[in-house]
């Protein structure tokens, strides 16, 4: 006889505890119905192949028909009570499932599969239900355990109820008149925008001609070797991001702490040299300087978020959450090289780790159909090599993975860190940066100039655009690439 599944949940009152049972959800009818429908009519199964597993049904004696029924359909054999009460036999649980006349019965009151899909999605729901109830039982027992660690219970709760999500709700396709359809609305929307961005502005003309702007779905690494400014130019680009374009932004950096980080905003914003604002040796004039140019940027949509040793599974869960309810559309990570495996799957090597790590940040960016900028450490190789020290992407630290997960990679040079203050035409590269599309999955390679001031850690635009070696782009190798550009 079939045991009742019951849910336990427990009551606490006045220090008695009692137990309350309550039956999972279920819908025993909508369940013989679909399994009827799938028995009746072979092409049902190719409506809710995609959307059921076996999972979805609450009686077992179910679960183990739709598995068979899934068995004969992989083999192109044919779907009718004879040859499931044969494959039913071979597994030996014919007798479990209630034998031939069962399955007759499930197709006895069957009068049409028209609503095959609408009852499949039902029984999905009942499922993530069931599910939702387990976890939460699971995780209330843990929580009256006081030998288990919260943060690590946290963790596991997190993970579990976006499992719950992840195995009954799956991405159905699409039919490419729909995708071409909205591939020209977009092309149409493109066409009226005279400024030809599409994504959210960077506030540098000569890089969102090359870029088009920060695409969603992206992840893109800026990647320099320390000391070049590259905490500046990701504070830079926030501030653009979420002052010029106007679009909620989240900081999160590993390095530095949020008040640390927020003077140097400061610094950059009000053109007042950090080392006053870290003194706070401001003269009355720069006081009032001061909280009249913040004020922008205080009424900002920037959230920051300064968690040292950020773990994989913490940052995709404080993204979602910041996806969810404050809509930010772009995320910057300070830096790459800092953030840690996951508690749950330690294991292998740093470069594994960091390719492990690679591939989840590209993984939340299209998730969440967001824009993520990650900072990257170069390896001193680029210390070590004669010559020119511009960066090449074997220079990336620990892992060539990032090289490959990155839509762009961007290396920050900066010639004067190196002592150099002419270049091969003579012309002054005093307080001049380059930004070097090393790589650029959907477009041109190439560079862009800026203009950085030290004083105020703040990148610009150039005053005089035409010394600046604007926007030159590139066939398909940087100075000193060994590979094509676009090979990933």
């Not at 690590?152 to 699409?174: G, H, T």
Request: charged fraction near 25%; include cysteine; proline fraction near 4%.
């Amino acid at each position: 006889m079939e045991s009742k599944k019951k849910s336990f949940s427990i009551v606490r009152s006045k220090n008695k505890v009692r137990a309350v049972t309550h039956a999972l959800p279920h819908a025993l009818d909508v369940e013989e119905a679909v399994l009827g429908a799938l028995i009746m009519e072979r092409d049902a199964l190719t409506d809710v192949i995609d959307i059921l597993s076996p999972q979805s049904f609450y009686r077992e004696p179910h679960q183990l028909i739709y598995a068979a029924i899934v068995h004969l359909f992989n083999n192109t054999d044919p779907i009718d009570p004879r040859t499931l009460v044969n494959q039913l036999r071979k597994k030996g649980v014919l007798e479990k499932v209630g034998g031939l006349p069962y399955i007759i019965g499930l197709t006895e009151s069957i009068i049409s599969t028209k609503h095959i899909e609408h009852h499949a999605r039902l029984l999905v729901e009942y499922a993530m239900r069931r599910g939702l109830i387990t976890v939460s039982s699971e995780i209330q027992e843990e929580a009256y355990d006081p030998t288990v660690d919260t943060f690590e219970l946290l963790d596991k709760s997190e993970r579990a109820l976006f499992e719950v999500s992840e195995a009954n709700i799956r991405k159905n396709y699409e039919q490419i008149d729909s995708l071409m359809e909205q591939a020209i609305k977009e092309l149409e929307a493109k066409k009226s925008n005279q400024q030809g961005v599409t994504g959210v502005s960077t506030s540098f003309p000569a890089l969102d001609r090359m870029l088009l702007g920060w695409q969603k779905s992206d992840f893109i690494v800026i990647a320099a070797r320390p000391g070049m400014g590259k905490t500046a130019l990701m504070l830079t680009l926030l501030r653009n991001a979420a002052i010029d374009a106007g679009v909620p932004v989240a900081f999160f950096s590993l390095e530095m702490s949020s008040v640390q980080l927020v003077n140097r905003m400061i610094s950059s914003e009000t053109e007042l040299e950090s080392d006053k604002i870290r003194k706070g040796n401001l003269e009355e004039y720069e006081w009032e300087q001061l909280f009249h140019k913040t004020t922008e940027i205080a009424r900002s949509n920037i959230y920051i978020d300064d968690t040292p040793a950020l773990s994989l599974f913490e940052f995709r869960a404080k993204c979602r959450r910041l996806k969810a309810q404050r809509g930010i559309q772009v995320v910057f990570v300070d830096y790459l090289q800092l953030m840690v495996e996951d508690q749950y799957a330690k294991g292998g090597n740093r470069e594994q780790q960091i390719a492990a790590i690679s591939r989840g940040v590209k993984a939340i960016a299209k998730e969440l159909d967001i824009t993520i900028i990650v900072a990257s450490q170069l390896s001193r190789s680029v210390e070590t090599r004669g010559g020119d020290k511009r960066p090449q992407l074997s220079d990336l630290r620990e892992s060539g993975a990032i090289e490959q997960d990155a839509d762009v990679v961007l290396f920050l040079y900066r010639p004067e860190y190196y002592g150099l203050t002419q270049d091969e035409e003579g012309n002054d590269t005093r307080a001049l940066a380059e930004i070097i599309i090393a790589k650029h999955r959907n477009g041109p390679t190439g560079k862009v100039i800026l203009h950085y001031h030290s004083s105020i850690t703040k990148f610009d635009n150039p005053s005089n655009p035409q010394d600046s070696w604007e926007s030159k782009i590139f066939d398909q190798r940087t100075p000193n690439s060994t590979g094509p550009m676009n090979s990933f």
